[in-house]
């Protein structure tokens, strides 16, 4: 049996941003699930990573989906990869 471990999980978020969401199929429910996770994440201690393909022209993560998370850590790519 597989048991959680928060301290060896981590939840990574991929480039859920203002120019890409509305590329996205279904972006309202993405959005509403990314957001339903990070808080998950909060609450069992997984920490949240963001990643943010070139915020610079495509903006930055989705303000809920980022506020969602008391601390998350967001790093920016220039590639689309992680």
Do not use: W
Request: glycine share 4%.
């Amino acid at each position: 049996m597989t048991i959680f471990k928060a301290a060896k999980s981590t939840l990574l978020v991929v480039d859920i941003q203002k120019k890409l969401l509305p590329a996205m199929a279904e972006p309202t429910d993405v959005e509403s699930n990314a957001i339903r996770l990070v808080q998950a994440a909060d609450l069992t201690g997984v920490p949240v990573v963001i990643s943010e393909q070139y915020p610079d022209g495509i903006g930055h993560t989705v303000a809920p989906v980022l506020s969602a998370s008391t601390k998350p850590k967001v790093f920016d790519k220039l590639h689309f990869d992680c």
